[in-house]
């Protein structure tokens, strides 16, 4: 499965347009996001993308859990959001 991670800084439109692809290509995307604005910017961009692949009768959900990553050397806990086609 394609791990797309996302940060504060992301730009949920580029995000979004990265989700789309790997929708269409494998059917599944992970997304994995560490912080409140990772997480926002994750979301936002799961919004749009659905909005991308809308008119190609594409239609997708979400699921939430969570991921233990390595950031800088230390465990942390992130936000795994999986995206599938419905």
Same mark, same amino acid.
């Given at each position: 499965?394609?791990?797309?991670? !996302?940060?504060?800084? +992301?730009?949920?439109?580029? !995000?979004? @347009?990265?989700?789309?692809? %790997?929708?269409?290509?494998? +059917?599944?995307?992970?997304?994995?996001? !560490?912080?409140? @604005?990772?997480?926002?910017?994750?979301?936002? /961009?799961?919004?749009?993308?659905?909005?991308?692949?809308?008119? +190609?009768?594409?239609?997708?959900?979400?699921?939430? @859990?969570?991921?233990? %990553?390595? %950031?800088? @050397?230390? /465990?942390?806990?992130?936000?795994?959001?999986? !995206?599938?086609? %419905?």
């Amino acid at each position: 499965m394609e791990i797309i991670k !996302v940060s504060s800084k +992301s730009a949920p439109h580029a !995000v979004a @347009g990265a989700i789309a692809n %790997v929708i269409r290509d494998k +059917s599944t995307a992970e997304i994995q996001s !560490v912080g409140a @604005g990772a997480t926002n910017q994750a979301i936002k /961009s799961i919004a749009i993308a659905r909005g991308y692949l809308a008119p +190609s009768g594409i239609d997708i959900v979400c699921i939430p @859990g969570f991921a233990n %990553v390595e %950031v800088a @050397g230390e /465990s942390r806990t992130a936000i795994r959001l999986i !995206v599938k086609t %419905v």
